[in-house]
């Protein structure tokens, strides 16, 4: 019999019952046998499950036992209890079909943008095959057969020269070498930015290094959004921006985002965001690294992807020629 086993501050717990695993993540131990309790009386009877289960229930098992996992955990929590307490949370595991996802992705779009929907619909799909491949709760996904929403053409957003100088002014960093070091927050919210546009590095990534991740011309990202260490060759001028903070930047992602915004507004750059810099980057490392490269600096493991970021001009590609 398999019992709690303690990771961290929390508690893991992994069970089988009649040839069916279940496994969760819980604040106590005690939570973590009230769950076994629940889940040995409802695997004990297999037949009744999808009869008695509504959706809710699914998106609350399939937070416990799985999103708890993931590092996305608290955006995830949070679209799961949005729809638990949707319209499509009162529907049975039984009755659920197609016809509910779509009305339900129709209704969605009416509120927000198809990428968001699209991303919802992705964990909706991935909670309907964990329901039907582990739990048994329904024999075919109501999501296989509903199309996603169109996507938006991805931004391709270029930089000018001007746009940097001013956003470095509205930061009040002299982006002409005449100072050695950041003074304020603000400052500082300047060099991420310039790092940014050297390194093609997200910023969540440029936020998170320390001291001990910087090893003479390589920058070591312990953990990116894809969940994958990636070590990233620094620039000259990169390299100059870390010596300016050898410690680290200083800054959350909160209060970059936030100073960001407030400096675009008083530089008068219209349609600029942060994430920008990634791809203005990307575009410059474009003409320099062959596309291999690029990929292992950048984190793409599908080098389709890199389509979106390569936005030569016609006169740079004619200088090929």
């Not at 303690?6 to 496994?23: D, F, Q």
């Not at 999103?67 to 949370?89: D, F, N, P, V």
């Not at 596309?291 to 001009?313: C, S």
Request: net charge positive; proline share 4%; aromatic share 6%.
């Amino acid at each position: 019999m398999s019992i709690p086993i303690k990771v961290g501050t929390r508690w893991r717990h992994r069970i089988m019952v009649n040839g069916m695993r279940a496994s969760g993540t819980f604040d106590t131990k005690a939570a973590a046998l009230k769950w076994e309790a629940e889940q040995r009386l409802t695997l004990s009877q297999p037949q009744q499950v999808a009869v008695n289960k509504t959706c809710a229930d699914a998106f609350r098992r399939y937070e416990i036992e799985v999103s708890r996992t993931k590092r996305g955990h608290r955006w995830e929590a949070g679209r799961l209890a949005t729809m638990a307490a949707s319209s499509l949370g009162r529907i049975t595991m039984a009755q659920i079909t197609p016809s509910h996802i779509a009305a339900w992705r129709d209704e969605r779009l009416r509120s927000v943008q198809g990428g968001t929907v699209t991303r919802e619909m992705n964990l909706l799909s991935h909670v309907f095959s964990v329901a039907r491949k582990e739990w048994k709760w329904i024999a075919r996904s109501p999501t296989t057969d509903v199309a996603r929403p169109r996507a938006k053409p991805h931004r391709d957003r270029r930089i000018t020269p001007d746009e940097i100088d001013r956003i470095c002014v509205a930061l009040r960093w002299p982006n002409d070498g005449s100072v050695t070091g950041p003074e304020t927050k603000q400052q500082r919210v300047a060099l991420a930015f310039l790092f940014a546009l050297e390194t093609a590095m997200r910023a969540g990534e440029i936020c998170g290094l320390r001291k001990g991740d910087v090893n003479g011309c390589v920058a070591r990202l312990k953990m990116t959004k894809n969940g994958f260490p990636r070590n990233v060759p620094l620039s000259p001028r990169a390299m100059e921006i870390w010596s300016m903070v050898p410690d680290g930047f200083g800054i959350t992602t909160a209060t970059l985002d936030a100073m960001f915004r407030v400096a675009r507004q008083r530089a008068g750059v219209e349609g600029l965001t942060f994430h920008d810099s990634r791809h203005e980057a990307i575009t410059r490392l474009a003409s320099k690294l062959n596309v291999l490269d690029l990929a292992r600096m950048v984190g793409h493991h599908d080098i389709k992807q890199l389509q979106t970021y390569y936005n030569p001009t016609a006169e740079d590609i004619a200088k090929k020629l």
